[in-house]
């Protein structure tokens, strides 16, 4: 299938030309491992290399660091690059962060095989049993679906993009967030909110869709001899380097697939 990806939660401050290389080595993966994509960049600060944003499709890059954006899941940014995808006609797309790999090639096939085997409208990971958070950093499914998790208008106030993300997915289903949570309230019928996961979501580990931090890592697997070439190529020791900051806080009660598909 021929769709989009969005690649966005990245800013680049001043001195931080690190970055820079982060975002470049990201858009070279992803033009590289999905030939056919449009791709579609996002953020703020300072621009990426020209040769990065050669790379893209499309892009938006806003000059100014934009704070209010930070740690609260950069709604602003997603929905330009949502609104991109949409005037150029896609109707569904995957979503990640401009400082990470997914190692899967043509991961767009992949998440819609899971779509349709599991008959489901979004693909999730990093979600939690806690407070109603969705995994706001990588995601796939129907872009209408999606625009309407991240509306801004209901996103604010928060400290946490996950919550609201969460909570903009109940209002999607028409389901009023309740003020007070609890993991076993009924929130729609009989329906608890790991039920309504399961019931709209499909679930996968980072560990299966090869998740790679380089935002936590740069500077060991830029150590690495010839890491480019093998990053490029799919050839690399992935385990040692996936997301995996979302599993360090206890309270948050990190779900995986395992305990997903057991509820």
């Not at 975002?23 to 993966?29: A, E, G, T």
């Not at 950069?74 to 995808?85: A, C, R, W």
């Not at 991240?150 to 609201?164: A, C, F, R, V």
């Not at 996961?197 to 580990?205: A, G, I, K, M, V």
């Amino acid at each position: 299938m021929k769709g989009g990806i969005l690649l966005t939660h990245t800013f680049i401050d001043i001195n931080q030309d690190f970055k820079r290389d982060i975002i470049d080595l990201c858009i070279n993966h992803y033009r590289k491992n999905n030939p056919n994509e449009f791709i579609v960049l996002t953020g703020h600060g300072m621009q990426p290399y020209s040769k990065t944003l050669d790379l893209c499709d499309d892009f938006f890059w806003h000059p100014n660091i934009l704070f209010s954006e930070i740690n609260v899941g950069h709604p602003k940014m997603v929905n330009i690059g949502i609104d991109i995808l949409k005037n150029k006609g896609y109707t569904k797309f995957c979503k990640s962060r401009a400082d990470s790999i997914i190692m899967r090639p043509n991961i767009l096939n992949y998440c819609e095989n899971v779509l349709k085997d599991e008959r489901r409208k979004l693909l999730i990971t990093t979600t939690n049993n806690y407070k109603y958070y969705m995994g706001d950093l990588f995601l796939y499914g129907l872009l209408d679906f999606i625009k309407s998790c991240w509306k801004i208008d209901t996103w604010y106030p928060t400290n946490t993009g996950l919550e609201s993300l969460g909570r903009n997915f109940l209002l999607a289903l028409d389901i009023e967030p309740p003020k007070i949570w609890n993991v076993n309230a009924k929130l729609s019928g009989n329906s608890t909110w790991i039920d309504l996961l399961r019931t709209h979501t499909s679930y996968r580990d980072v560990e299966n869709i090869k998740w790679i931090d380089l935002r936590g890592y740069w500077k060991e697997i830029f150590s690495i001899n010839n890491y480019k070439e093998k990053l490029l190529n799919n050839q690399f020791p992935f385990k040692r380097f996936i997301f995996k900051s979302w599993h360090m806080e206890r309270k948050f009660y990190p779900i995986n697939e395992k305990l997903f598909y057991k509820f």
